[in-house]
C-alpha cells in the first residue's frame, strides 16, 4: 500500500496531551490517526456521536410544554391506546 503525507493544524496544547494519552496507549500519534480514519471507513462516517450539550430553543420550549402538561390536573390524560385513538377520532 502506497503512503501519503497528512498535514494537520491543531492547538499546540491539544497536540501534547493527546500525544501523552497515545504514549501511555503504546500508540504514536500517527498510529492513533490511522486507527481513526479507518475506524471512519468501516462506520462510514464519523466513528463517535457528535451531539450538542445543550438543547436548542425549540428543544427547550417543547420540554416545558411537556412538563406543564404533565403537571396540569386540567389537562387530559390517557391510561391506553384506545383511549386516546377515541379521543382523536372526536
Known amino acids: 500500500m502506497e503512503s ?3 498535514n494537520i ?3 499546540k496544547e491539544i497536540k501534547t496531551a493527546a500525544e501523552k494519552i497515545f ?3 503504546g500508540l504514536t500519534m500517527t498510529t ?3 486507527i481513526f480514519l479507518r475506524q471512519t471507513i468501516r462506520e462510514n ?3 463517535f456521536a ?3 450539550d445543550v438543547p436548542n430553543d425549540t428543544t427547550l420550549a417543547a420540554i416545558e410544554e411537556g412538563r406543564r402538561i404533565a403537571y396540569d390536573p386540567s389537562v387530559r390524560g390517557y391510561t391506553n391506546m384506545e383511549e386516546l ?3 382523536l377520532e372526536q
Do not use: F, S, Y
Open 23 to 25: 504514549a501511555e496507549l
Open 32 to 34: 492513533a490517526v490511522n
Open 45 to 47: 462516517g464519523i466513528p
Open 4 to 6: 501519503t503525507n497528512l
Open 50 to 52: 457528535l451531539k450538542l
Open 9 to 11: 493544524r491543531t492547538d
Open 85 to 87: 385513538k377515541a379521543a
